[in-house]
């Protein structure tokens, strides 16, 4: 196996000197540079092209979900593992999304550590066991969003981008002209297709996922 080259971007001091520890008898994994934020390991990545940079999230000056984007950005040769201590779902779908191509708890063990580096270098995702069942149900969360939205028509989320902002069934009747009646059944499909039980849920389930854009009732 070809060595591979690693930056670990943390501001713990702890962190890094236990990775070197995991790494001094493995040939094939080599810390080739440290720092203690984005802004440094920016300068470092630059420095010495690294395989993989390993970054924790919480981090002063430029956090690790900001770094791991302008490293997608500038360097598509180096491939990023999140190595956190916040493993809620936020952070990981956020590291997802900047470009990261794994993502472990700091309390992985050394084979977990080891693995994910490995499968990160060749490109291939990698998430710890428990954090692939949230990203997993995030994911089914957000595809049954967009079955969601698909079945509503056209009709409908003009109705609903009327209800969120504020009109009234008269008032949205009106304004599309057509019968107050008319509006009440497109808002009863609606509601039931979004699984709304009132107004307040309407405007909270479809802004929640923004199936319309905030806006304001004109005056």
């Given at each position: ?6 930056i ?15 790494f001094q ?9 440290q720092?203690?934020n984005g ?17 924790d ?9 900001e770094l ?8 598509p040769?180096v491939?990023?593992?999140v ?14 999304t900047?470009?990261a ?20 270098s060749?490109g291939?995702?990698?998430f710890?066991?428990?954090l ?10 957000k ?6 939205k ?5 009709r ?10 504020g ?27 979004i699984?709304a ?12 996922n923004k ?9």
């Amino acid at each position: 196996m070809n060595k591979i080259n690693i930056i670990v971007v943390d501001d713990h001091e702890i962190v890094i000197n236990g990775l070197k520890l995991f790494f001094q008898d493995n040939e094939s994994l080599c810390i080739v540079s440290q720092a203690a934020n984005g802004i440094e390991a920016l300068v470092e990545i630059e420095k010495h092209k690294p395989d993989v940079v390993i970054t924790d999230v919480s981090m002063p000056n430029m956090n690790g979900i900001e770094l791991t984007k302008l490293i997608t950005d500038k360097y598509p040769g180096v491939n990023v593992l999140v190595f956190s201590m916040h493993n809620d779902d936020e952070y990981v779908m956020d590291a997802l999304t900047a470009g990261a191509m794994g993502y472990i708890p700091k309390d992985s063990d050394e084979h977990e550590i080891k693995e994910a580096i490995i499968n990160v270098s060749k490109g291939k995702m990698y998430f710890s066991t428990s954090l692939s069942e949230i990203l997993a149900k995030k994911l089914l969360v957000k595809e049954n969003t967009k079955n969601v939205k698909k079945q509503l028509t056209e009709r409908e989320l003009e109705v609903l981008d009327l209800i969120v902002k504020g009109y009234s069934n008269k008032e949205i009747a009106s304004l599309l002209s057509v019968s107050k009646r008319t509006i009440d059944n497109h808002r009863t499909n609606l509601m039931y297709k979004i699984n709304a039980k009132n107004t307040a849920d309407v405007v909270r389930i479809a802004l929640t996922n923004k199936y319309v854009k905030i806006g304001k009732k004109k005056t």
